[in-house]
């Protein structure tokens, strides 16, 4: 004979969501603290039809140079909120409060190389608190420039990503951001 279906009433919680909140939180930012300490932006899209999404992963430690490939996509970082409805509200974004975001230079999937300042900038543009932003590191690389419509649109980049960082940093003081 089969059982009857549980209904909502009988649903228990497992254990981590039965603590309470002032643990979850305790193990939430040691679950979510990078070994290193470090995130570094990517952007993720599962198809080219969809916008890309804002994607922070930690650098493989393997790696001796510590710059990522150019098109490979890691793992994202927070996968707890990913368990259920409940991890997904307490965790998602949880991440930027623990951890050094690194917005550094990348080439996309359609070949398009970005600036660490324009990262920066695709990411507050996405970023629904932040003033849970607190160690910010922009990773400055040098493109060639092979035309002159290439380096008006830097310049123009720059200018517009150098606003938007100080309008960040003005709204939220706690903020610390470094240039390497």
Known sequence: ?????????????????????????????????????????????????????????????????????????????????????????ETAGTEVRYNTLVFESFETRRGLELSGCRNL???????????????IEIRATVFPIRNYGMLVDTLSDLSRSHSTIVSLSTSNPGVTIRYA
């Not at 009433?9 to 039965?18: D, F, G, Q, T």
């Not at 430690?61 to 970082?77: G, H, L, Q, V, Y």
């Not at 900038?121 to 160690?135: E, P, T, V, Y």
Request: proline letters at 12%.
């Open 1 to 89: 004979m089969m059982e009857p279906p549980h209904t909502d009433e009988e649903y228990v919680l497992p254990p981590l969501l039965r603590l309470p909140p002032e643990l979850r939180t305790m193990i939430y930012e040691y679950a979510l603290s990078s070994p290193d300490g470090y995130l570094h932006y990517r952007e993720s899209q599962s198809n080219d039809l969809s916008p890309p999404k804002p994607v922070f992963c930690v650098l493989d430690s393997n790696n001796s140079s510590k710059t990522p490939s150019k098109r490979a996509i890691p793992d994202e970082f927070n996968q707890l909120k990913y368990v259920n409805r409940k991890l997904y509200q």
């Open 121 to 135: 900038c695709s990411f507050l543009n996405s970023c629904a608190r932040k003033d849970w932003l607190k160690d």
